[in-house]
């Protein structure tokens, strides 16, 4: 998990999401080096480094990008990644991410975008 959720740094390179695009910078001469447009509904929150590649969570989507920042998969749900009744709507865990939406469901994902399970959270 990145100290800044919107921001990755990896050696001089900092990979940073913006509402609906990815962009690479080399963080000693300050020159773009990728600018690649992400499409999705509500804007994108976090950006997560893992094995490679980078797990994007946004409003209404989750995204895995590959280190060339080709899109690998995505997921939605019933609703908006967005939980009222829970202290977090997304966890990213060793081989699993946790999403809850605002209906109340929560989804388990697998690293390769499926979806291992879906319920419907008690409050």
Same mark, same amino acid.
């Given at each position: 998990?990145? &100290? @800044?959720?919107? &921001? *990755? %740094?990896? &050696?001089?390179?900092? !990979?940073?999401? %913006? $509402?609906?695009?990815? *962009?690479?910078? +080399? &963080?000693? !001469?300050?020159?773009? #080096?990728?600018?690649?447009?992400?499409?999705?509904?509500?804007? #994108?929150?976090?950006?997560?480094? /893992?094995? +490679?590649?980078?797990?994007?969570?946004?409003?209404?989507?989750? =995204?895995?990008? +590959?280190?060339?920042?080709?899109? /690998?998969?995505?997921?939605?749900?019933? +609703? /908006? $990644?967005?939980? @009222?009744?829970?202290?977090?709507? $997304?966890?990213?865990?060793?081989?699993?991410?946790?999403?809850?939406? =605002?209906?109340?469901?929560?989804?388990? #994902?697998?690293?390769?975008?499926? %979806? @291992?399970?879906? $319920?419907?959270?008690?409050?």
């Amino acid at each position: 998990s990145s &100290a @800044l959720p919107w &921001a *990755v %740094l990896e &050696a001089h390179v900092l !990979t940073v999401i %913006l $509402f609906e695009s990815i *962009v690479r910078i +080399d &963080a000693r !001469t300050g020159v773009m #080096l990728d600018y690649v447009p992400c499409p999705n509904i509500g804007g #994108l929150m976090e950006i997560h480094a /893992i094995k +490679d590649g980078y797990i994007l969570y946004g409003e209404s989507e989750i =995204f895995r990008y +590959d280190r060339a920042l080709h899109r /690998i998969w995505e997921f939605s749900g019933r +609703d /908006i $990644f967005v939980s @009222l009744d829970h202290p977090w709507s $997304f966890r990213l865990e060793e081989n699993e991410i946790h999403i809850r939406d =605002f209906l109340g469901w929560h989804y388990i #994902l697998n690293m390769d975008g499926q %979806l @291992l399970r879906a $319920f419907m959270e008690e409050v």
